[in-house]
């Protein structure tokens, strides 16, 4: 499975991004997708994640700015991020595993999640 990440880039507070996340192989090898960032000098944080029946997971600092959203036709994930502020500035990574129920609840582990993607870079200036 490979996954590949794009959409980051270089935005102001308040603005928009969408992030994509797609995979390759077996949907079941995904059934959980997950989005990971890390800013420099700070571990790797959990930000959300669904699985293959929709149910969504975000973590509270996101909450109400951010929405995790799949489409199993594509196989593709996607983040998007709305009102972004310089503290959502780090390197994002899809991420996923698979199972094999459609409505595993997802881990926010980074160390559980086996398939990775590059980063994409996300840079929010005031």
């Known amino acids: 499975v490979q996954l590949q990440a794009s959409g980051g880039g270089s935005v102001q507070t308040g603005d928009s991004l969408r992030l994509s996340c797609a995979a390759s192989g077996n949907i079941v090898s995904t059934a959980v997708m997950g989005w990971f960032r890390q800013a420099p000098g700070k571990e790797r944080e959990f930000v959300a994640a669904?699985?293959?029946?929709?149910?969504?997971y975000k973590a509270d600092s996101v909450k109400g700015r951010f929405t995790i959203s799949r489409d199993n036709a594509k196989n593709t994930g996607y983040l998007q991020m709305n009102s972004l502020t310089p503290e959502d500035t780090a390197v994002y990574y899809c991420?996923?595993?698979?199972?094999?129920?459609?409505?595993?609840?997802?881990?926010?582990?980074?160390?559980?999640?086996?398939?990775w993607g590059q980063g994409t870079q996300v840079t929010v200036s005031s």
């Open positions: 669904i699985n293959l029946s929709g149910s969504t």
């Open positions: 991420a996923a595993y698979s199972s094999p129920s459609q409505r595993t609840v997802p881990t926010r582990d980074y160390r559980l999640y086996r398939h």
